[in-house]
């Protein structure tokens, strides 16, 4: 009934480009802050980007930065990560999650915390090889 399905994965080459997309059902996500995660085999779930309810604030981990773009169009129900210069280190599962339940705090801020996100998406996979 509530449902993140992510979208657009696939098997690119370093230097390579993608964008993936999260589309809520179910639900909106005008109240929601949003997030992608990443998760490669063997390692731990870690934050890559958030974004705050209303757009306003935008988070990256370092090893991202400059590279991928955060954006949500609320009108859509769809959240985006655009990806740029892929590297093979950003192999693994992507995942979009919502909160919903720090509002109204969500609505100026997000954090890449896995704990604080109520709803998750199954994962697209992001593979980067020559």
């Known amino acids: 009934q509530l449902q993140l399905v992510e979208s657009g994965g696939g098997l690119v080459q370093p230097g390579g480009s993608l964008r993936l997309a999260c589309a809520a059902s179910?639900?909106?996500?005008?109240?929601?802050?949003m997030s992608w995660f990443r998760q490669a085999p063997g390692k731990e779930r870690e934050g890559v980007s958030c974004?705050?309810?209303?757009?306003?604030?935008?988070a990256y981990a370092d090893s991202v930065k400059g590279r991928f773009t955060i954006s949500r169009d609320n009108a859509k129900n769809t959240v985006y990560l655009q990806i740029n210069n892929l590297k093979p280190e950003d192999t693994a599962v992507y995942y979009c999650?919502?909160?919903?339940?720090?509002?109204?705090?969500?609505?100026?801020?997000?954090?890449?915390?896995?704990?604080?996100?109520?709803?998750w998406g199954q994962g697209t996979q992001v593979t980067v090889s020559s």
């Open positions: 999650a919502a909160d919903k339940r720090h509002v109204p705090w969500t609505n100026i801020m997000c954090n890449m915390r896995t704990g604080t996100y109520d709803y």
């Open positions: 974004i705050s309810a209303r757009g306003g604030f935008i």
């Open positions: 179910g639900f909106t996500l005008d109240d929601y802050a």
